[in-house]
């Protein structure tokens, strides 16, 4: 059975979606990962990895926003575009409208990008943590499509809660076990196939 027979019914790629990494896919800087996708339109797709922790602190980065950061409090490496710039996201704490945050630029419900000139102290009071990215994930238009036809990726629907997670979760674990029935028969997929 492959990834590619469950794929009859997945959502379409949107902003606030996930791609994750079918077992199929073995290049190294997407094997097992999930990407959370920031913006997907005619101009291509822009993303982040979620499950690529460096070993750099955000203290030793960005010291400022430091006490603002999910645990763990690192810099992530959000793809293999772009990696000397710094990508932030954040979710929203219950009540706060993302839409009259200036510093804010909402990408689904209460996720948000992060102006990282904004001051860290303000942004405490709207959003209950954010997670810092080195570079970024981005697809050119139509190379995705073929990435998908070819069933490298599985779309599902992302949660804000993906986003912080917990330094002892296996997000691409986590989100696969959570989808439609048979799809979480992937999370059991072993890390290194040999090994079985």
């Known amino acids: 059975m492959s990834d590619g027979e469950f794929a009859d019914d997945a959502p379409e790629v949107a902003p606030g979606s996930l791609l994750i990494a ?11 990962t999930v990407v959370y996708i920031i913006e997907h339109d005619e101009q291509g797709t822009l993303g982040v ?3 690529r922790m460096s070993d750099a602190a955000v203290y030793n980065i960005l010291p400022r926003w430091a006490d603002l950061a999910a645990s763990p409090r690192a810099v992530f490496v959000g793809g293999p575009v772009g990696t000397s710039s710094a990508l932030c ?14 510093k804010l630029h909402q990408v689904l419900g209460p996720v948000a990008m992060v102006d ?3 001051d860290p102290d303000q942004m405490a009071e709207v959003l209950a943590g954010v997670r810092i990215f ?13 990435e998908l036809a070819d069933n ?23 989100v696969l076990s959570r989808q439609p029935w048979p ?3 992937l999370s059991t997929y072993p890390l290194r196939p040999d090994d079985n």
């Not at 996201?89 to 200036?102: F, H, I, N, R, T």
């Open 22 to 32: 079918s077992t199929a896919l073995s290049a190294p800087a997407f094997a097992r």
């Open 49 to 51: 990895v979620l499950n």
């Open 89 to 102: 996201l954040g979710v929203a704490k219950s009540g706060v409208v993302v839409a009259d945050q200036p």
């Open 116 to 118: 990282l000139d904004a």
């Open 134 to 146: 080195a570079g970024y994930a981005g697809w050119e238009p139509g190379q995705l499509d073929e």
């Open 152 to 174: 490298s990726w599985i779309v599902a629907p992302g949660l804000p809660t993906d986003l912080l997670s917990e330094p002892s979760v296996d997000v691409w674990q986590q």
């Open 183 to 185: 799809l979480p028969l």
